[in-house]
């Protein structure tokens, strides 16, 4: 009898375990993504009026800005409107090239057109990445032009650790940028254009009869936050820039690396509410409170480790965790809208003229057709010796898509090169 109650306790015990497992394992990341974590993270809180900043953690650790590009293709095209190039009624041409881009988008075909409010609604709540195109082409002539004129404004405005290469955040590994420079941003809008910052306040617009709601959920729940985007990629985690005022005091908080949506608006909430607690302390010290919160990162990151040595009790708990994580994220990464910057490409070929690179692209998207639902266009801009060269490619395939592609190409006597991601 006492063998069977002692038996019956463990079989409980082990219960409970597994339970607890369960319960937490959507909350609780693995040991790698914590790790991965700290080696990506980065933040900062900054006074809007005075730039002073209140927080921050890597706030100069360079990474991929994802949709958070958006903001910068949007302070261009509020520079046009200010100097009279455009109005809000004002309708845009929608190309090929645009048309073709990877989602998220709205689904415009070549020869639609836009007005530039709807794009701006577009960009500020589903993230629109054929409306970023489309905007790219109508200021810059083509989108490498156009990436060219955000990466002079950026470093006119301050941001000297960025570049940009294309207008909508989709992957490429040339596309750089930080926390501190997203501050920058995010600042230097608001001031230079406060007239149309109010768009990225924007809860939902409608689309053709269909209402798109904005991924900014921070924004529906904290105190005070009035905008302004996000952004998802594999290689950098999930980014938000986050504006919010309170008694009339404005902070701007960016972070990066977050692994997922739900941590990184809590991470966001947090140092936000520090923020505020320090802004009205005219003692703080940058190089101090970047200390101090690198410290508090330790401390969480060894936090998170120690749970989930403790939560992988048997090996039923790990496959529920992993189960328990692997829906919500698959869920947030289409909602953000971006993908995995570290993907394969093919190469169809490379000219001296934007205008037979994108073309013979465009082709080859249309030979492939299905199998390149989840790729797109991007002509590469690079320079051999003092010539400057157009590579045809597309880009954000798997390794198996990348190899599929070129086999059906090379089939129909069509050249193509498997570029691997670097």
Known sequence: MSATRSLFGFVSRCFLVCLAVSVLGAAIPSDASASQRA?????IVLDHDTGNVLYAVNPDRRSYPASLTKVMTLYLLFDAMEQGRLRLDSTLPVS????????????????????????????????ANDVAVVIAESLGGSEPEFAEMMTRKAHQIGMVNTTYRNASGLPNLGQISTPRDQATLARALIRSHGDYYHYFSTRQFRWRGQPITTHNRLM??????????????????????????????????VVFGGDTAAWRDNNMAQILDKGFTRAGN???????????DSADLDKLIAAVNKTEKGAKATKAASVKLAKAKAAPRREEEDDEGDVDPV????????????????????????????????????????????????????????????????????????????????
């Not at 988008?105 to 960009?123: N, Q, T, Y």
């Not at 904290?222 to 902070?251: E, H, M």
């Not at 190469?347 to 037979?356: D, L, R, S, T």
């Not at 490619?393 to 599929?404: C, K, P, V, W």
């Open 220 to 253: 529906l729940r904290y105190p005070g936050a009035d905008g302004i985007k996000t952004g998802y990629i594999n290689a950098s985690g999930f980014n938000l820039v986050a504006s919010a005022k309170r008694d009339g005091r404005r902070l701007i908080g």
């Open 282 to 292: 005219p003692d703080i010290r940058t190089a101090a409170v970047e200390e101090e």
């Open 96 to 127: 090929a090239h645009a048309s073709a881009q990877a989602p998220s988008k709205l689904g415009l075909m070549p020869g639609d057109r836009i007005s530039v409010e709807d794009a701006v609604l577009a960009l500020v709540t589903k993230s």
């Open 39 to 43: 080696s990506r993270y980065g933040a």
């Open 343 to 422: 993907s394969w490409a093919i190469q169809v070929g490379a000219f001296n003229e934007y205008k037979p690179a994108h073309q013979a692209a465009s082709a080859a998207a249309k030979k492939l057709g299905g199998l390149v639902t989840r790729a797109s266009i991007d002509v590469a801009k690079a320079k051999q010796g003092k010539q400057t060269m157009y590579r045809a490619r597309l880009s954000g395939f798997t390794e198996d898509q990348a190899r599929a592609a070129c086999k059906r190409l090379s089939r129909a006597k069509k050249d193509c090169k498997i570029v691997q991601p670097s």
